[in-house]
């Protein structure tokens, strides 16, 4: 009789576990490898960090729904970290050890230009697919159309579409001539030609007025632009002098509609030498929106959490983790609608031709004279000594 | 009054003085006389405290000052004006006989001996606020001896009082000279390259060839043509007209 | 006209920080012939001190008496250690003052970092007199150099030791006969040089942004206006400073941008090829 019992037991059983064992016979998965090669110590730590935590918490978000389904197969990414130390030869040596020991197809940064332009050496040949904000990819020539590093995917808007934010907010304020104020050297020739382009285009008059590298008194630079009657002044660099050529344009009582800069801190305009806000609103370009000061819902609640993933991700530079969050999901979707996780070039062609809608807006690679993205920029408002953030909407459709 | 035994100067490897020994008394007018590059200011400037003796000894009436500095020299009462006049072109003269008195702190004594001066020299009491280098080089000489007065030495040193001026004016300098040590009771000690001054002024001559005295005596041994020939290497213009 | 009036009133304003710092260049330079390029630094450090004063006791009075102070100091430890070995030989003391710059460069940067530091200004905002705008930051800059300038005039005109000063400048030898301390002299103008450069630093500080870096542009402007205005001589100083101030005011406002150094720099080179030593009139150094 007991024999009966256990025998009906096991059909049982076994009935049940059938159907189960032919469906995971059916669903496979598998892994992808995703490389990050940042400056998690060393001078340029506070731009490694955020842009390591890009990549981090949009593979977590991805592995917590279950990863993404590319051809039948149910895929997972795993992480390998570099740190290269903010050091040219170790940033080297990490690219060399994720592609060509570990065999990954898929690397963030350096996000440092002096690093990327030459661990760039490493990754083209082995056709790696590398995400980087690298200005000197933008400069180098290494994104142009012609270029043979087709895998290389700049994550930093083009200087042209920073302009376009900054020239906007001054048309804003009804500025017809403004006086572009920078240090004469390459970081300012290479940013005075899109500004002049995107004043042209908005009908604003720009004049450019270049001082020496270690000027600190800017006195007759400003008395300069009051005498040309400019109605709007731009400060390009250094950011750390930003509240000096204020104080002269305050106590030289320049009457100026509006103030912008690039990546100002907003604080500069709350607390100002003269001891109170400044009598004239205030603006800083971002390009990206700003973590500090969000310019919507959805990045503020990204805002939160990012914070609740990575306490160490703060300060000026945080907004950094938007070249690379946005991407490393921009880049699981290319792989998706192009079926494949090895065909790298499948992929990149991919990536090129899709709009994504991320955190950061609609992300695009839709610039035709350079293979980097679009994506929302970020400006923050500094009026009566209150701040207030706003997103500039990417190019993207 | 002062003593110098074997005194003995290096500038680097030049040997400039090997071995001095002279002796001056203060109640006589001592010229130093020799060819050029002898060592005569060297002497000069080595008591003063310009330069520090290798070897030997300087005193000064029983005090050692061989090595001490020029301000503790002219403190032992000691004060050289040296060769070419030296006064300070950017101050007036009166600055320049105020800084004479520089170890001096009797600020009326100071006034009061400058007025003195100028009434003795009255072509300087009337250039008092007048630039130095604007004086000619006569004036600029006696401010030069004056500004040397001004630290009330009881010895005065002089290198070549008499160069570049004109000969009345020499003459007078002279005098001047022979006053100070039989008036005043001032030693003084002269370097001189001009035979027809040192013979009037001096009370003894002393002969420094290649960094040594060679020769002490009487002007008149300054008359002898052999002996000078003896000591000077090659004749000089003054040798031969005397 | 009102626009080049303002930009001649920033350039005398700008021109009295660099007579202000020529002051202890010539004086230094003027008397012993040592070229001491570490001034720059020692002006970099005043600044430093006249922060770091400020940031302890809020107060700005203090800070100029610290830098003042801190700066003798340092001025006297680097006579008494280095440069009165130097100076028989005037050249070694040029290279050393160089290696001086890298190792007070470096201390500045170890102990503040390379990023801008900035105190609240003690005079800010502005006067408005009839369409001139008179910053209020101009009074102290041209009120310090300016009470500077005199007291150092009045002593080196009117007192015993200036009068020292300037006999061991025209002539030390000379100067030593008279039972002037010359070595003391000396020691005492390399002091009050590296004072003189403290208050220039804390001056800079009121200014504006201060870096370990602030020192370079000061220093060659200084030397600069120090030979133009002939050494040891402070009223040369004076003019000559005001004077390169507001040329480089007219060159930023109404120059080719970014020439402004070519055009400063090429004036000095021309007045000095024309007369070497100077507008004024200088001393001929010491030499010991």
């Known amino acids: 009789m007991n024999h009966k019992r256990i025998l009906l037991k096991a059909i049982a059983v076994a009935a049940l576990a059938l159907p189960m064992a032919s469906a995971t016979a059916q669903g496979r998965t598998g892994v992808v490898k995703i490389g990050i090669n940042e400056m998690l110590s060393g001078m340029f730590v506070t731009v490694g960090v955020p842009a390591s935590a890009g990549v981090r918490l949009a593979v977590k978000e991805i592995n917590d729904k279950g990863g993404v389904s590319v051809g039948g197969t149910t895929y997972k990414f795993e992480i390998t970290e570099a740190d290269n130390k903010s050091s040219t030869a170790d940033a080297v040596a990490a690219m060399n050890k994720l592609v060509n020991d570990d065999k990954i197809k898929f690397v963030f940064g350096p996000t440092v230009g002096a690093l990327a332009s030459q661990s760039q050496e490493v990754v083209i040949p082995a056709k790696v697919i590398n995400f980087s904000a690298a200005t000197t990819w933008q400069s180098g020539g290494m994104l142009a159309p012609s270029s043979k590093a087709t895998l290389l995917m700049g994550t930093q808007m083009a200087v042209s579409a920073i302009s376009t934010i900054d020239i906007g907010a001054m048309k804003e304020y009804g500025v017809k001539k403004v006086a572009f104020i920078s240090p004469d050297d390459e970081t300012t020739k290479a940013n005075m030609v899109p500004f002049e382009t995107a004043a042209k285009a908005a009908g604003i008059e720009a004049i450019f007025i270049l001082h020496p590298p270690k000027t600190t008194d800017y006195s007759s630079f400003v008395t300069r632009a009051g005498g040309e009657k400019v109605d709007g002044i731009y400060f390009l660099y250094p950011q750390a002098n930003a509240p000096d050529i204020l104080r002269a344009i305050v106590e030289l009582k320049i009457p100026i509609k509006v103030f912008g800069g690039r990546a100002l801190d907003p604080q500069f305009a709350v607390k100002t030498a003269i001891g109170r806000p400044l009598p004239f609103p205030f603006y800083s370009t971002l390009n990206t929106p700003s973590i500090d000061y969000p310019g919507n819902a959805q990045v503020k609640a990204f805002a939160e959490r990012l914070r609740a993933f990575d306490p160490k991700v703060v300060g000026s530079t945080a907004n950094f983790v938007f070249f690379s969050y946005d991407f490393m999901h921009m880049l699981a979707e290319a792989m998706k609608i192009a079926g494949t996780v090895e065909d790298t070039e499948r992929i990149g062609k991919v990536l090129t031709s899709m709009t994504y809608s991320g955190v950061a807006g609609k992300i695009c690679y839709n610039n035709p004279a350079m293979r980097t993205a679009s994506l929302d920029g970020g400006l923050i408002y500094v009026r009566d000594g209150k701040i207030e953030g706003k997103t500039f909407p990417s190019s993207c459709k | ?242 | 006209m009102i626009l080049f009036l303002q930009h001649a009133l920033n350039g005398i304003s700008l021109g009295a920080v660099y007579a202000l710092i020529a002051v202890g260049i010539t004086l230094v330079y003027g008397l012993s012939r040592i070229i001491h390029f570490a001034v720059g630094e020692l002006v970099m450090l005043g600044a430093y001190v006249a922060w770091e004063t400020w940031r302890l006791t809020g107060s700005h009075t203090v800070g100029l008496a610290a830098a003042a102070a801190v700066l003798a100091v340092i001025g006297m430890i680097t006579e008494r250690g280095i440069f009165r070995f130097t100076l028989r030989e005037p050249l070694t003391g040029f290279i050393v003052s160089l290696g001086l710059i890298m190792i007070l460069q470096g201390i500045g940067i170890e102990i503040w970092s390379a990023d801008p530091r900035r105190a609240d200004p003690p005079l800010a905002g502005s006067w408005d007199v009839s369409g001139l705008i008179f910053r209020k930051q101009v009074a102290i800059n041209i009120g310090v150099s300016l009470l500077v300038l005199l007291a150092a005039y009045a002593v080196l005109m009117k007192t015993r030791y200036g009068k020292a000063v300037r006999a061991v400048a025209d002539d030390p030898s000379a100067a030593a006969l008279m039972g002037v301390p010359v070595r003391f002299i000396i020691m005492t103008t390399f002091i009050v040089g590296a004072a003189l450069a403290g208050v220039g630093g804390w001056v800079v500080l009121t200014n504006g942004s201060i870096s370990p870096f602030v020192g370079e542009a000061y220093l060659l402007r200084g030397f600069a206006v120090a030979l133009i205005g002939g050494l040891g001589n402070v009223q040369g100083a004076a003019v000559a400073g005001v004077g390169m101030g507001v040329a480089e005011s007219l060159a930023a406002g109404y120059g080719s941008p970014g020439w402004n150094d070519a055009y400063v720099f090429g004036i000095v080179i021309l007045i000095l090829l024309w007369r070497p030593t100077g507008l004024g009139r200088g001393s001929s150094g010491a030499h010991l």
């Open chain 2, 1 to 242: 009054m002062l003593k110098i035994e074997k005194l003995q100067v290096h500038f680097g490897h030049v040997h400039a003085l090997r071995g001095v020994n002279l002796e001056a008394a203060r109640n006589e007018v001592l010229v130093l006389i020799g060819p050029n590059g002898a060592g005569k200011s060297t002497v000069l400037n080595t008591v003063a405290g310009l330069n520090t003796p290798t070897e030997g000894s300087v005193h000064l009436d029983e005090t050692a000052i061989g090595g001490m500095t020029p301000r503790n020299v002219v403190k032992a009462g000691l004060t050289l004006v040296p060769q070419g006049r030296r006064l300070f072109g950017s101050m007036t003269v009166r600055e320049n006989l105020e800084m004479g008195a520089y170890t001096k702190n009797d600020k009326a004594k100071i006034d009061d001996q400058i007025a003195r001066w100028s009434e003795f020299f009255p072509e300087i009491g009337a250039r008092l606020g007048i630039r130095a280098s604007y004086l000619s080089g006569g004036q600029q000489q006696i401010v030069a001896i004056i500004r040397g007065l001004m630290s009330e030495p009881r010895t005065l040193m002089m290198d070549e009082p008499s160069i570049g001026l004109a000969p009345v004016v020499v003459k007078r300098i002279g005098v001047e000279i022979r006053r100070l040590n039989r008036e005043a009771g001032i030693g003084i000690v002269l370097v001189e390259q001009n035979v027809e001054f040192a013979l009037t002024v001096s009370d003894r001559v002393a002969i420094l060839a290649q960094g040594q005295v060679v020769h002490t005596g009487p002007p008149r041994d300054m008359r002898d043509p052999a002996l000078l020939a003896h000591h000077f290497f090659g004749s000089t213009p003054e040798t031969e007209a005397g």
